[in-house]
């Protein structure tokens, strides 16, 4: 009896709000404001691409910067040299970042996590900029004598070989820089994952015996793993992009080189784009948007990986 | 049973403290071996001045130094699985004050750098018709923040709106997914290509060699907007269901819940996101040296002509040092400290914000 009544009513019973011409107004705004954002991504890669049409189809002669070479054969050492110190700027990064997150959320005390926590996130905060300074004018004569040294007795590896730079401003200095302005995004994630891991898991090994670093190997980084992968790729993009800080350090030659510690250094996209634009005029501008058309996808691409390897994680991480 | 026999003989005053290291053990090694390292270091400078004393190599060495003793000790006294974990306590250690050392070392040198032309005339004067010595970032500081000013009041309202949809009427639909991705993604933007894509659009509209505050603001909006969304989606989401489920009982429309309801609870936490946001693009040149330009004059009109920015000016001085390369260069470590300044007192403002006017949640 009392079941049929329940299920009487229930068909009929969804009650619609009544739609207020406030309620309209305010949701429509609401809808709008983020369809814009679609938009706006949207039109970031439509103008681009419109601006960065004349670059092909004027021919290369013409063209101020491209001065008869192909656009593989501008575009390419950038790449290269984009990615490579991108990649050198990870290498020194993520080992110094798990290092960092295991030391705020597992070693420290409790009391003091959060304030170590914040004086990492400074770094971020510091605007590029003033890293760039920093970098050019203090990083670099600092590192030199260090290269010399690198050189005079590793030299024989390929990476350190070559005549040193007398000033410091290498790709290896701009990786550093790179390296520390990476470093905070990847220590907040690394934390946060760190700290995500089942206390039970960890309290589990360390009853059967296990030491603080037996527990971390078992424990947690096993779980963390998808987390690391995912803050390297995020501090891979910001790296990819970062311009001011490369731009000021590096004395750039646009060579595709591994040597790190000469003078004649490989550029990236973003530094390539800022020390031509402010000089450059009609097929020459098209041709630096082109490079940042170029640029804009690789980070994409890379930012969506990491995205989407979070977001996985997410759906199947029950253990919280 | 050879071995009960040696444990047997050898006198132990407490049988926990067996087969461990006592209490101040990696202190003591920690600080003899820094005192070693430094000497090594101080007879090797001894005919030298004291400005060369290597204090980074030596507390490098004297860190590396204590990280072998501690394991060599600990694996003759409590075995290899502790000596390990010991070992390993100190890498990450080491790692945390690595990562202090360029923090430390770059606000040490703004500020020092900074404060020889941190004076009234580089607050009071632009640089038009300086060459040399003198002049200042009046007009530098006036863009910032009218440029600021302008993206703030363009990214606030969408990236608010924006999150009140993903919050409240969103309903995890495949828009509100896809937006929640793409704003994601767009936190990723590299900041000189928000800067190419508002040349692009200006460029389209208004011809080659336009160039404004506007510009700037707008591609400054661009990379100020996904983060807005995110902190205020957050906060957002914070609300307890319960105050929106008893408004609405109330018979409330679920636009004046919102307004009258969700925003005052969670204004506090909305303000921090959005100052961080403030701080986070405040510092950005490369977007502006595409877009606003440089110029050593001040303009107050937003709409026309080149503006000069903090960080555009900090970057000018470095890179065109003109025939004075000692005045630019303080002038440049000047703009450093002051926009550093700016950042420092936005950060801490929004904790203060967080910290004194989040609601009080009675739990």
Redesign the interface.
């Known amino acids: 009896m009392a079941t049929t009544t329940d299920a009487g009513p229930e068909a009929p019973a969804k009650i619609h709000?009544?739609r207020?011409p406030?309620?309209i107004?305010?949701?429509g705004?609401?809808?709008?404001?983020?369809i814009?954002?679609?938009a706006?991504?949207a039109?970031?890669t439509i103008?681009?691409v419109?601006?960065s049409i004349p670059a092909f189809t004027t021919p290369a002669d013409e063209n101020p910067l491209l001065k008869g070479k192909t656009f593989l054969e501008y575009t390419w050492p950038l790449v290269f040299g984009t990615i490579w110190s991108s990649i050198l700027a990870l290498v020194m990064a993520a080992?110094?970042a798990i290092?960092?997150a295991?030391?705020?959320s597992h070693?420290?005390p409790r009391r003091a996590a959060a304030v170590?926590g914040y004086?990492?996130d400074?770094?971020a905060?510091?605007?590029?900029?003033?890293?760039?300074?920093?970098g050019?004018?203090?990083?670099a004569g600092f590192v030199q004598p260090f290269y010399v040294w690198l050189n005079t007795y590793l030299g024989w590896i390929p990476l350190f070989s070559g005549q040193v730079s007398a000033t410091g401003r290498t790709i290896l200095t701009a990786a550093l820089v790179l390296a520390?302005m990476v470093?905070p995004i990847m220590?907040a994630i690394c934390r946060e994952v760190f700290l995500q891991t089942p206390v039970l898991h960890e309290e589990a090994a360390l009853a059967l015996g296990a030491?603080?670093?037996?527990m971390?190997k078992m424990a947690v980084l096993p779980f963390a793993r998808g987390g690391m992968v995912s803050a390297a790729m995020?501090a891979l993009?910001?790296a990819?992009?970062?311009?001011?800080a490369v731009?000021?350090v590096l004395s750039v030659s646009g060579v595709v080189t591994f040597e790190l510690l000469t003078a004649t250094n490989p550029t990236t996209i973003?530094a390539n784009?800022?020390l031509q634009?402010?000089e450059a005029y009609g097929t020459g501008?098209s041709l630096?948007?082109a490079t940042?058309l170029v640029?804009?996808v690789v980070?994409?691409a890379?930012?969506?990986i990491a995205?989407w390897i979070v977001?996985r994680r997410a759906e199947f991480s029950g253990a919280n | 049973m050879s071995t009960a026999t040696a444990t047997a003989t050898r006198p132990s005053t407490n049988s926990f403290s067996n087969g461990r290291l006592p209490k101040g053990t990696s202190w003591l090694l920690l600080a003899g071996s820094l005192i070693v390292m430094g000497l090594v270091f101080f007879l090797l400078n001894i005919d030298q001045p004291v400005a060369n004393y290597n204090i980074v190599a030596a507390v490098f060495l004297g860190a590396v130094l204590y990280a072998i003793l501690i394991f060599v000790v600990a694996s003759i006294v409590e075995g290899r699985r502790n000596a390990t974990d010991r070992f390993i306590t100190a890498v990450v250690s080491a790692a945390f004050i690595v990562a202090l050392l360029p923090l430390i070392s770059l606000l040490f040198t703004v500020l020092v750098n900074g404060l020889a032309r941190f004076d009234i005339e580089f607050f009071s004067s632009s640089m038009r018709n300086v060459i040399g010595d003198g002049g200042g970032a009046l007009h530098a500081i006036v863009g910032t923040l009218l440029i600021t000013l302008t993206a703030t009041i363009i990214s606030v309202p969408i990236g608010l709106m924006t999150s009140i949809y993903l919050v409240e009427y969103g309903n995890s639909g495949k828009l509100a997914r896809a937006i929640t991705f793409f704003v994601d993604v767009m936190t990723g933007i590299p900041s000189i290509v928000a800067g190419l894509f508002a040349y692009a659009v200006f460029v389209i509209f208004f011809g080659a060699g336009y160039s404004s505050g506007f510009e700037g603001a707008i591609a400054l909006s661009v990379l100020m907007i996904p983060v807005v969304v995110r902190s205020s989606e957050e906060m957002l989401r914070l609300v307890p269901n319960e105050l929106r489920e008893a408004s609405f009982a109330l018979g409330v429309p679920k636009w004046l819940t919102i307004v009258k309801v969700v925003l005052p609870t969670s204004i506090a936490g909305i303000t921090t996101g959005v100052m961080l946001a403030i701080a986070r693009v405040i510092g950005e040149t490369a977007p502006l040296l595409l877009t606003a330009g440089y110029t050593q004059s001040m303009n107050w009109n937003i709409w026309d002509g080149n503006m000069m920015t903090l960080p555009v000016f900090v970057y000018n001085q470095y890179a065109n040092q003109g025939t004075n390369p000692d005045a630019a260069i303080s002038r440049a470590w000047a703009g450093a400290l002051t926009l550093i300044l700016i950042v420092m007192v936005l950060n801490l403002a929004a904790r203060f914000v967080a910290k004194f006017f989040a609601p009080k949640t009675g739990r």
């Open positions: 709000a009544k207020r406030g309620d107004v305010f949701s705004t609401a809808l709008g404001a983020g814009i954002i679609l706006v991504l039109a970031v103008f681009l419109i601006e080992p110094l290092g960092i295991l030391f705020i070693y420290a170590l004086i990492i400074l770094l905060a510091v605007p590029s900029v003033v890293f760039g300074l920093w050019g004018l203090v990083l520390i470093l220590t030491t603080r670093w037996e971390i995020l993009g910001r990819l992009g970062e311009t001011m731009t000021m973003p784009i800022a634009f402010p501008v630096l948007i940042g640029l804009f980070t994409f890379v930012n969506a995205r977001n």
